[in-house]
T-cell receptor, first 113, second 111 residues
Framework: DVKVTQSSRYLVKRTGEKVFLECVQDMDHENMFWYRQDPGLGLRLIYFSYDVKMKEKGDIPEGYSVSREKKERFSLILESASTNQTSMYLC????????????FGEGSRLTVL | TQLLEQSPQFLSIQEGENLTVYCNSSSVFSSLQWYRQEPGEGPVLLVTVVTGGEVKKLKRLTFQFGDARKDSSLHITAAQPGDTGLYLCAGVTSGTYKYIFGTGTRLKVLA
């Protein structure tokens, strides 16, 4: 059974704290994504990675960075969390072709106070 | 910037009713997908449509891709409470891995 696992379902952080969100997939997928989901805005792409150590900015990369040291793991980093980064964060992966199915994790709900 | 507008944004209906959700864009996509997301879960793929004018059926759900590949619709016949969830369309442009997601339609089916 395919699986994308996000390490934290719920986090509460304070403004200025560094936040790590981790995502692991067990499907040997090349491509991994981080999305942010806000009501009425759908899913917006923050970053994606098409190979180990390779990354590309999405539509809203400001305030975020990513790390992909191993094929199965893709981390999202908030260097200095701000209240406008309170959101649901979704990790996804896909094998190769760009018409394929995105497999999503269960999401990490981050609240920044 | 590519945008996908979904309508309606919210829908609350009685069990047994029919409904249609629309996904519209001014951009052409090489394929379009529909996902359903239940509370506390990530989105799960329902269908992918690739050819302009294509119609796909999944039990009581009928998906159509517009002839010009700019829009799509999801029709549910005789809705059930189990259909409750957030429906998201996502367009993909050939040669990229950028999935453009729609704004979402939150459906609630009352028993």
């Amino acid at each position: 059974d395919v699986k994308v696992t996000q390490s934290s379902r719920y986090l509460v952080k304070r403004t200025g704290e560094k936040v790590f969100l981790e995502c692991v997939q067990d499907m040997d997928h090349e491509n991994m994504f981080w999305y942010r989901q806000d009501p009425g805005l759908g899913l917006r792409l923050i970053y994606f990675s098409y190979d180990v150590k390779m990354k590309e900015k999405g539509d809203i990369p400001e305030g975020y960075s990513v790390s992909r040291e191993k094929k199965e793991r893709f981390s999202l980093i908030l260097e200095s969390a701000s209240t406008n980064q309170t959101s649901m964060y979704l990790c996804a992966s896909i094998l190769g072709q760009n018409t394929g199915e995105l497999f999503f994790g269960e999401g990490s709900r981050l609240t920044v106070l | 910037t590519q945008l996908l507008e979904q309508s309606p944004q919210f829908l609350s209906i009685q069990e047994g009713e029919n409904l249609t959700v629309y996904c519209n864009s001014s951009s052409v996509f090489s394929s379009l997908q529909w996902y359903r997301q239940e509370p506390g879960e990530g989105p799960v793929l329902l269908v992918t449509v690739v050819t302009g004018g294509e119609v796909k059926k999944l039990k009581r759900l009928t998906f159509q891709f517009g002839d010009a590949r700019k829009d799509s619709s999801l029709h549910i016949t005789a809705a059930q409470p189990g259909d409750t969830g957030l429906y998201l369309c996502a367009g993909v442009t050939s040669g990229t891995y950028k999935y453009i997601f729609g704004t979402g339609t939150r459906l609630k089916v009352l028993a």
